[in-house]
């Protein structure tokens, strides 16, 4: 039972922190602010979901159990929340995404008018 | 300016993942609470009152940075008296730590030895604090108060539904944590003599859900659920609370703040003690912050609302 | 593992930081200090786990409230100063 616990757990935090790891590299290499924001919102729910699930599998008493899953209700409630009012502002003060036609249209043009 | 109010909110972050590094649960709460929470928050919104630019000014402040750069270089050369970081020859760890860290369970019953310091022992500094953070109220009240006429429902009506589809989501899972964050904050608040915790952190979080609610819901729908002099009245009462404790313990025949006369057994009287003048903290912090923070927003509106007349 | 999960919870910051310091738009400094402040929260929590004290987990927890106080905050001031995306914010 130890033994599979420990293993379990290692693995959920290893999922965890791979998948932070990620959305820490999509936060710095992706083109405009909506990639990045799925980026980070996607990874960012799931990761901590795990590495919290991972600390509870080794959580020492009943009452640090009962508060990681509180911190990972509250996460699971505010993460997307704020993700959501934060492309919801960005829309509203007019941030457009980059959208690829536009490059296209762009590309065509700068062709066109040397030829 | 926006970028650094956000850097600083980093600094908040980062600067009490130091404490709980260096193993300073209390202060990493405070700092996490007041530091990184409240403070970039009253700061976003006095810039949203000034504008985000500086005006332009046309002579150069060398007088001011003169004064600046002696102030510095003497605040320097004080420092340099002072013992290394540390060090275990420096006065403070010489006699009054010992005390603190040796005695403090017995002579106040209190498992939190940060609680009992900063209640107990350093009670006449505690005083002062809340008498500071009450006179910051009265301050903001005296600047920047808004004479107005009354709202007609029917405008707030009109508010609250454009404002209802705006932040749809936004509200209803506010409405779901709100009770949980009031919840926590008086966990917070009664928990202070077991665990990391106490006024101040309460007071904060407190606020924080009342400051979220009138973000989203708009300020008119606000202030009929908050009556406004009903928490000016508190924050006095909160500051009161504190002293009356102190007299009682007077009239008791002891010392100002000397809590172990309020009862028969000298550690309930501790214990007691510290529980009131922890809810007086909260009362004024909570309510400060929460007056600080109306002002603002009503001074924002009250803007707001001549640049619209005068366009 | 427990100390593997910190350090990638480190370099995640340190890069979060500099989306920060770099951000060309204000909404990218605001998804940075969002996603520090989560990465706080998974921090310190692992941290009380690593040192052996649970009492950690209540500052984890407020730290999760404040975050999301703050960011909806600004996000509520920033429609207020009708920014514009063409200004470069330094």
Known sequence: METILSISSALCLLIGSFLCLSGGVGILRFPDFYTRMHAVGVTDTLAAAMILIGLMLQGPE???????????????????????ALAQAAIRNSLWPLIDTQQETAEEKSHRTPS | MFAVVMLSGIY?????????????????????SVGAGISTLLMLTAVAMTGRTEHVTRHKPYLAFAVVFVTGCLLIYGTLDMPYFGSPDAPSHQHVAPRYINDSMQETGMPNMVTSVLASYRGFDTFGEVTVIFTAGIGVLALLSVVRGRESDAEIETLNDSMHEQYLILRIVIKMLIPFILLYAFYVQFHGDF?????????VIFASAIILYVMLFGLGTARRVINQSFIQILSAIGVLIYGCVGLVSILNGGSFLDYSVLSDDALAGQHLGILLIELGVGCTVASVMIIIFFKFAERNEYIQSKNGKST | MLIAATLAILVVMILAIIRGVLGPTLYDRILAVNMFGTKTVLLISLLGFVMGRPEFLDIAMVYALINFVSVICILRYSDAFGFKPQEKDS
């Open chain 2, 195 to 203: 665990g990391p915790g106490g006024g101040f952190q309460a007071g």
């Open chain 2, 12 to 32: 908040g972050l980062l600067s009490a993942s130091f404490f709980v590094v260096m193993d300073a649960v209390d202060v990493a709460f405070t700092e996490a």
């Open chain 1, 62 to 84: 009943w009452i640090a159990i009962l508060k990681l899953i509180m911190i990972l209700l509250m996460t699971l409630f505010i993460s997307p929340t704020a993700s959501h």
